[in-house]
T-cell receptor, first 110, second 114 residues
Framework: GQQVMQIPQYQHVQEGEDFTTYCNSS?????IQWYKQRPGGHPVFLIQ?????EVKKQKRLTFQFGEAKKNSSLHITATQTTDVGTYFC??????????FGPGTRLSVLP | NAGVTQTPKFQVLKTGQSMTLQCAQD?????MSWYRQDPGMGLRLIHY???????DQGEVPNGYNVSRSTTEDFPLRLLSAAPSQTSVYFC?????????????FGPGTRLTVL
């Protein structure tokens, strides 16, 4: 079945440093979503990517969807303590349910 | 709108006990789902529903039952709790199963089975 992997599993950064998490699917996706979960909280939708090679920005966050629609990345510029949490990608094949990756846990040291 | 609500927030069960986790949404969403979250394993789909009266199994359905008698409610039943079911359970909803709909998650139920 479809598998979605994420690297790294954990990332510790100093406040102000950049952060990137990568998401890879075993199958070609119709679209991919990204979610953020704060410690003790629930996942919250960030963004959706649909087109091959698509790049979207939300303030300091940049999301990319690979040309082959099998990988994606989330890049945070100049991290802040408010960025702490676990970032999940969720990939979808048309007609099927979303499959979540295991997540990347980000900690930001002040 | 309250969004997606879940009760209880915390629960401790003994092995063999049964219980129902409640989930409700007030956004008139057709699609509802249950996930379990375990350390290092992300969110795994247990059961889902594409509308009232329609349910189907996800990735890890064993030991759980669901029903969808109304659009708003989607309870998850643990038939005979086992320690392996210790987890955080999230209910989620979206407008439809279609590709372009974000999922809204409830606050979660933290379940411990002794």
């Amino acid at each position: 079945g479809q598998q979605v992997m994420q690297i790294p599993q954990y990332q510790h950064v100093q406040e102000g440093e950049d952060f990137t998490t990568y998401c890879n699917s075993s199958t070609t996706l119709s679209n991919i979503q990204w979610y953020k979960q704060r410690p003790g909280g629930h996942p919250v939708f960030l963004i959706q990517l649909v087109k091959s090679g698509e790049v979207k920005k939300q303030k300091r966050l940049t999301f990319q969807f690979g040309e082959a629609k099998k990988n994606s990345s989330l890049h945070i510029t100049a991290t802040q303590t408010t960025d702490v949490g676990t970032y999940f990608c969720a990939g979808k094949v048309s007609g099927q349910n979303f499959v979540f990756g295991p997540g990347t846990r980000l900690s930001v040291l002040p | 709108n309250a969004g997606v609500t879940q009760t209880p927030k915390f629960q401790v069960l003994k092995t063999g006990q049964s219980m129902t986790l409640q989930c409700a949404q007030d956004m008139n969403h057709e699609y509802m789902s249950w996930y379990r979250q375990d350390p290092g394993m992300g969110l795994r789909l247990i059961h889902y529903s594409v509308g009232a009266g329609i349910t189907d199994q996800g990735e890890v359905p064993n030991g759980y039952n669901v029903s969808r008698s109304t659009t708003e409610d989607f309870p998850l039943r643990l038939l005979s709790a086992a320690p392996s079911q210790t987890s955080v359970y999230f209910c989620a909803s979206s407008y439809r199963l279609a590709s372009y709909n974000e999922q809204f998650f409830g606050p979660g139920t933290r379940l411990t089975v002794l």
